[in-house]
């Protein structure tokens, strides 16, 4: 059973770090791109993509609006991606969710880990 399971999140004031992990279960890790989406609060809010890393770690990229202040990294001989976010901002509020696409074609979703950044 493929599986995604978030951690990391928490509160934090502006100018401060969070580590978010990713653990992926039930299929080959090192196989699949990872990517970090964010939920804002509010209604009707859509998932904004943030950042993504291949297969093996030699491609990142990064949304305008986390690049030089987030970095994506992964692990496959544990099956796990990270996101270290340096510098958060009261906007980076949000539910973050790591994602695959499954076989190149199924949209995988873990459950999402809050993070809430006060000024």
């Known amino acids: 059973q493929v599986q995604l399971v978030e951690s990391g999140g928490g509160a934090m004031q502006s100018g401060g770090s969070l580590r978010l992990s990713c653990a992926g279960s039930?299929?080959?890790?090192?196989?699949?791109?990872v990517r970090w989406y964010r939920r804002a609060p509010g209604i009707g809010k859509e998932r904004e993509w943030v950042a993504g890393i291949n297969n093996i770690g030699a491609r990142k990229d990064y949304s305008d609006s986390v690049k030089g202040r987030f970095t994506v990294s992964r692990d496959n001989f544990r099956n796990v991606a990270y996101l270290q976010m340096n510098d958060l901002r009261p906007d980076d509020t949000g539910i973050y969710y790591c994602n695959i696409l499954y076989l190149g074609r199924d949209n995988r979703w873990g459950q999402g880990t809050q993070v809430t950044v006060s000024s």
């Open positions: 039930g299929f080959d890790f090192s196989a699949q791109a």
